[in-house]
């Protein structure tokens, strides 16, 4: 009796260690395999690039300092905009982390519950038609309705603002998404990144603000896609925006007569803040105008520790010296009540045909607009509207999409 007794204990022990030998030899057979048949090819986005390996996903972030012009939070800005990203199919190994990976953060994949305070956060999650995985959002004042009813229902959580210094770590505690997506605009902003991981939840770096071209910056779809391994939907998404986008400035191409346009907003200490650089100023050249202020070498925005500005500042009188010969002006404000004198702007022609636009057409009595959700993953839309205002033969019955006429209130 006591013979067979041992034997069935070797037996036991032998089949204990067949199983963790199969397991072990399962983890390394699973890493072996290519789980991510759909890549994604990074093209145009200059601030995020991404590898394939097996069963995992390298993504490397970072933003030069040349993209915001900062002040006391400018110290150290490449460092604190530096950082990797291994996304682990799930139910797979990790990868060591070292050499390369050594500061890695580990995010499995595909994420389940996602949350983000990026203002087109929204856009791109129903563009992917993935919003059923959202469980939070910066704020309730979301454009679209039906997001916004999921706030009313108590179904979606505000996360804190993209403008804010950091997320409200409270409710993702509460919340505990599989992976945070965070604007980062500032050094103070990185840090609520950090504080986030610090809590043992998983957090991700966005910055597609920072992108000198509108096809980086709708790029980003493709960033959040990784975390749901919907490469194949991205880059079919991107390709038809990008195509209608190619459309529209062939259309103007051979165009001679060239109005100036400017995009900018006044403030009261008396400067102006105009794009000078980024998607927006790009846009505009694309669509047939010229930009004044267009600098390749400039900011794209000035960030302090709460984020994003409009752009960067110039001078009244540098404005003024060039005021001549600008046609249109498009700004972030709705109203003229900050704006100079009647008499400083009445040297722009803009300003004495009335050619004065704000972006804010479509919003709610609630405060969403859906120029923060919409614009930047929708260029072809913001592209139709500048040409059929620059180029109003080529596009006659457009009707405007974000913008609307300014009144004179001076």
């Known amino acids: 009796m006591k013979y067979l007794i041992i034997l069935f204990y070797l037996a036991f022990l032998t089949s204990c260690s067949s199983n963790e030998t199969a397991t072990e030899s399962e983890k390394i057979r699973d890493s072996a395999i290519d789980?991510?048949?759909?890549?994604?090819?990074?093209?145009?986005?200059?601030?995020?690039?991404?590898?394939?390996?097996?069963?995992?996903?390298?993504?490397?972030?970072?933003?030069?300092?040349?993209?915001?012009?900062?002040?006391?939070?400018?110290?150290?800005?490449?460092?604190?905009?530096?950082?990797?990203?291994?996304?682990?199919?799930?139910?797979?190994?990790?990868?060591?982390?070292?050499?390369?990976?050594?500061?890695?953060?580990?995010?499995?994949?595909?994420v389940s519950t996602i949350a983000g305070n990026a203002d087109d956060a929204p856009t791109r999650f129903i563009l992917l038609k993935e919003t059923d995985k959202l469980v939070g959002l910066g704020h309730d004042a979301v454009y679209d309705s039906l997001l916004r009813q999921r706030f009313l229902n108590g179904e979606l959580k505000?996360?804190?603002?993209?403008?804010?210094?950091?997320?409200?770590?409270?409710?993702?505690?509460?919340?505990?998404?599989?992976?945070?997506?965070?604007?980062?605009?500032?050094?103070?902003?990185?840090?609520?990144?950090?504080?986030?991981?610090?809590?043992?939840?998983?957090?991700?770096?966005?910055?597609?603000?920072?992108?000198?071209?509108?096809?980086?910056?709708?790029?980003?779809?493709?960033?959040?896609?990784?975390?749901?391994?919907?490469?194949?939907?991205?880059?079919?998404?991107?390709?038809e925006i990008k195509s209608r986008c190619d459309s529209l400035t062939a259309l103007v191409a051979s165009k001679t007569a060239m109005p100036t346009a400017m995009w900018g907003m006044h403030s009261k200490s008396g400067n102006w803040t105009v794009r000078s650089n980024g998607a927006i100023a790009e846009l505009l050249t694309a669509a047939?105008?010229?930009?004044?202020?267009?600098?390749?070498?400039?900011?794209?925005?000035?960030?302090?520790?709460?984020?994003?500005?409009?752009?960067?500042?110039?001078?009244?009188?540098?404005?003024?010296?060039?005021?001549?010969?600008?046609?249109?002006?498009?700004?972030?404000?709705?109203?003229?009540?900050?704006?100079?004198?009647?008499?400083?702007?009445?040297?722009?022609?803009?300003?004495?045909?009335?050619?004065?636009?704000?972006?804010?057409?479509?919003?709610?009595?609630?405060g969403g607009y859906d120029w923060y959700q919409t614009a930047p993953m929708r260029p072809d839309l913001l592209l139709s509207d500048f040409i059929s205002l620059f180029h109003p033969d080529v596009l006659p019955n457009h009707e405007l999409y974000f913008m609307d006429r300014m009144e004179k209130v001076n």
């Open 288 to 366: 047939g105008a010229i930009n004044p202020f267009e600098d390749k070498e400039a900011a794209i925005t000035i960030t302090l520790a709460n984020g994003l500005s409009e752009g960067i500042s110039i001078s009244d009188e540098i404005v003024l010296g060039k005021a001549s010969e600008i046609d249109f002006i498009f700004s972030f404000q709705s109203t003229t009540g900050n704006w100079p004198t009647e008499k400083y702007m009445s040297a722009f022609p803009a300003y004495r045909n009335h050619n004065l636009y704000h972006h804010f057409q479509k919003f709610t009595d609630y």
């Open 35 to 110: 789980y991510f048949a759909d890549k994604v090819s990074i093209d145009y986005a200059k601030n995020f690039q991404v590898s394939y390996h097996g069963n995992y996903k390298i993504i490397k972030t970072k933003v030069d300092y040349g993209a915001a012009d900062q002040d006391s939070d400018s110290v150290s800005w490449s460092n604190a905009f530096s950082d990797v990203l291994v996304l682990v199919q799930k139910g797979t190994p990790a990868p060591p982390l070292t050499g390369e990976l050594a500061e890695a953060h580990v995010v499995e994949i595909p």
């Open 158 to 239: 505000a996360i804190g603002p993209s403008w804010h210094t950091g997320p409200n770590l409270e409710v993702l505690v509460a919340l505990k998404p599989e992976v945070t997506l965070l604007t980062a605009a500032s050094l103070t902003q990185a840090e609520g990144v950090k504080n986030t991981r610090k809590l043992g939840l998983k957090a991700a770096p966005e910055f597609s603000w920072s992108e000198t071209s509108y096809l980086g910056q709708l790029e980003w779809i493709k960033y959040d896609a990784l975390f749901l391994n919907a490469e194949a939907k991205a880059t079919k998404l991107f390709d």
